[in-house]
């Protein structure tokens, strides 16, 4: 079987901010889309998440709804709204603090609506300040995609860290932004090997249980997902109700703050606790996030080494699963802890969300 290698093992591309710019307002390092004192980090070339817009106690970014982003079935797990609603939270309450603060994300929530597929063509993010405290911020944000639909809605809590103000530092000025060119396009906008999207995938997704489809990939006797070769995730254990993954913490990974961006953290335990909920499914079947909360506890170093997930369940009935899970760095430091709920499709394969028309909404209201 033809091998894929990660994209995160090529070369980094993005850049980072100069540390000075800590000396400036929360507003004067939000910028412009097109100029600004904050470059575009490795996440912009990863998946294409780009600042669109940012006012007082605003922000908006925006992602491709790549191909890249799809499992093997053709859908998108829940928290790839995460990957773009993450940064504007964030940027939010960055607009309002003051020189010598930073922000570090506390506790991130996320509600689904009705499922991201490739046809949302593009995930916008907008996010606004709730309230703001001295050492805490609250804020909101909507994720729609490239008509409007309301994808997901999201709250998150911020920390506030004063950090000691150093004399003569000189901070930078805007500047325009202006993207290097490479011999080959960003991994999100590379085409799809055919390989990862045989339609006999689909077929498989429709006709063997879920068990069974996760150990085949946990064993490489299918090809791997498309998220998992654009992030560098690999199975490492599988069993009914629980699955295990690793992924390297390359620089691919790194927000501006150059630490492991949160939404990434996100996509990787709604993925684990998603997988988890599969390998309990008949055939003919799938599951649909609701709902995740994540708890981030310390920040992923970009190191190289692996960062692991596990995902349980911990209650499956006829129609609802809950499930948790835990993301730790390679010294087995607990990172985030997650829990989430998901809707149980028993009679509705994969296979039927993936070609469902995005215009008609979400297919988990068709009753048929």
Not at 194 to 212: I, M
Not at 341 to 364: F, N, Q, T
């Amino acid at each position: 079987m033809e091998t894929f290698a990660p994209m995160t093992h090529e070369p980094v591309r993005g850049s980072y901010p100069d540390p000075a710019v800590v000396a400036l307002p929360g507003t004067a390092r939000m910028g412009t889309p097109s100029k600004a004192v904050i470059p575009r980090p490795p996440i912009h070339h990863l998946f294409g998440l780009v600042p669109v817009d940012a006012g007082p106690g605003t922000s908006t970014f925006e992602m491709p709804a790549s191909p890249w982003l799809q499992t093997s079935a053709g859908v998108f797990f829940g928290a790839t709204a995460a990957l773009v609603a993450d940064a504007p939270l964030g940027g939010a309450i960055l607009s309002e603090i003051q020189p010598w603060h930073v922000v570090t994300t506390s506790e991130l929530s996320l509600s689904f609506l009705r499922p991201a597929t490739v046809a949302s063509a593009k995930l916008t993010s907008r996010a606004s300040l709730i309230g703001l405290g001295r050492s805490q911020g609250l804020a909101e944000a909507t994720v729609n995609d490239a008509e409007g639909r309301l994808l997901a809605h999201s709250t998150s809590r911020y920390f506030i860290l004063a950090l000691p103000p150093q004399e003569g530092v000189v901070p930078p000025e805007p500047a325009p932004i202006e993207d290097p060119v490479f011999d080959t396009p960003d991994p999100w906008a590379r085409p799809i090997p055919p390989a990862l999207v045989d339609p006999d995938l689909l077929e498989l997704c429709r006709t063997k249980p879920g068990l069974e489809l996760m150990t085949a990939g946990l064993h490489g006797t299918i090809p791997p997902p498309p998220f998992a070769v654009l992030f560098g995730i690999g199975l490492t254990d599988v069993r009914e109700g629980t699955v295990s993954a690793a992924l390297r913490a390359t620089e691919w990974l790194a927000s501006p703050a150059r630490t492991v961006y949160g939404g990434v953290l996100a996509f990787l335990a709604d993925m684990a606790m998603t997988s988890a909920v599969t390998t309990t499914l008949p055939a003919a079947s799938s599951c649909a996030t609701l709902d995740i909360t994540l708890h981030f506890l310390r920040p992923g170093i970009c190191d190289g080494r692996d960062i692991t997930v596990s995902g349980e369940v911990v209650h499956r009935g006829r129609t609802l699963a809950v499930t948790r899970a835990q993301v730790a760095n390679a010294d087995g430091k607990p990172l985030v802890v997650a829990t989430g709920s998901s809707m149980v499709l028993e009679g509705r394969p994969w296979a039927d969300v993936a070609v469902a028309d995005v215009a008609a909404g979400d297919p988990r209201d068709n009753d048929e």
